[in-house]
């Protein structure tokens, strides 16, 4: 990202943000009232003017196809759960701004990955951190439990 007078280009940051983040953050750097329902995004400003401890976010749920919760993250950790879905894997890659063609995907064992180590979710370790997959099951559970999900 850059933002000029702001952002100097170049500038990488590891920590936790999503596009649901961009209204809160327009709306604190503005100074505009968020709506009075409750929104996903949390704002990321503090990353945006270089405080590079910032960590606004911890937490990412994942959701899909009709309000799906098919994956949740908790710092660089993420659980992907069991579901039916769509991949790029093993594709050709898509080409001049058009995507590739899709495949199928059944996840029938949730599966943890390291994303520091791993971006690309490519290594499953989850029977290596049993423990952090049952943190991030409780995790999940606590999401589908609140209203609207």
């Known amino acids: 990202m850059r933002w000029p007078g702001v952002i ?3 500038e990488i940051c590891s920590q ?13 750097h503005y100074r505009f009232p968020l709506p009075k329902n ?10 945006l003017l270089g405080d ?3 960590a606004p976010r911890h ?8 309000n799906s919760l098919e994956a949740v993250q908790r710092d660089f950790w993420k659980l ?3 579901h039916k879905g769509r991949t790029y894997r093993n594709m050709k890659p898509g080409s001049d701004g058009w995507p590739g063609p899709t495949g199928n995907e059944i996840i029938k064992e949730p599966q943890l990955y390291d ?11 989850a029977q290596f ?21």
């Open 80 to 82: 992907v759960l069991p």
């Open 8 to 10: 100097p280009g170049g």
């Open 59 to 66: 937490e990412l749920y994942y959701y899909y196809e009709a």
């Open 38 to 47: 409750k929104i996903d995004g949390v704002s990321i400003l503090p990353l």
């Open 129 to 149: 951190y049993p423990e952090k997959v049952k943190e991030l099951h409780l995790l999940a559970e606590e999401a589908r439990k609140r209203p609207g999900r």
């Open 52 to 54: 590079k401890t910032a």
């Open 16 to 28: 936790l943000a999503s596009s649901l983040d961009i209204l809160p953050t327009l709306a604190k």
């Open 115 to 125: 994303l520091r180590r791993d971006p690309g979710e490519r290594y499953d370790v």
